[in-house]
């Protein structure tokens, strides 16, 4: 019992015809000129395959070490970017340990609740603004960490994608 032919492509159908072709050619001229003449039949478009093959292989080995290279390079963006941003997040720590610090001080020297109600007023919204312009700054430095530390990378894609696009 047969089983059902499955549908297939243009091109599948054409390369089919085409390995079929190919291996009625090889074998005739196996059969009629003997193997040494079937072996020089055969092997010219294996060596041209061959040379192919060594030419895709060393574009691929060099795009691979160009993009170890970048990712090298983009680490070490993210890494040193990181570090500035550890430092503002703990010189912004500090400043602000010293300010309530010095609030505390001021708060405890106070005479009247009313006075306390002020400063402390004062204080909180000092604190909060601090807190917001710094957070502002923080989250600029993050976007900037991100854009800066993934550029090689992007520009090192675009360019593979190029140079494989022109060659294809």
Not at 32 to 61: L, R, W
């Amino acid at each position: 019992m047969s089983t059902p032919r499955k549908p297939t492509s243009v091109k599948a159908e054409s390369a089919s015809k085409s390995a079929a072709a190919t291996r009625e050619s090889i074998s005739e001229a196996m059969s009629s000129c003997g193997t040494t003449a079937a072996t020089a039949y055969i092997s010219t478009p294996v060596k041209k395959a061959a040379q192919t093959m060594h030419k895709n292989f060393d574009e691929i080995t060099t795009a691979t070490t160009a993009m170890t290279e970048t990712l090298f390079k983009a680490s070490t963006n993210l890494f040193k970017l990181a570090e500035d941003l550890n430092r503002s997040w703990l010189a912004f720590g500090k400043k602000a340990m010293e300010t309530h610090v010095a609030a505390t001080k001021e708060l405890m020297g106070v005479k009247s609740l009313p006075e306390l109600l002020e400063k402390q007023s004062c204080y909180a919204k000092s604190s909060f603004d601090n807190l917001m312009a710094e957070t502002s700054k923080l989250s600029e430095m993050t976007v900037k960490v991100g854009t800066e530390a993934l550029a090689p990378i992007k520009e090192r894609v675009t360019e593979t994608v190029e140079r494989f696009t022109k060659a294809a």
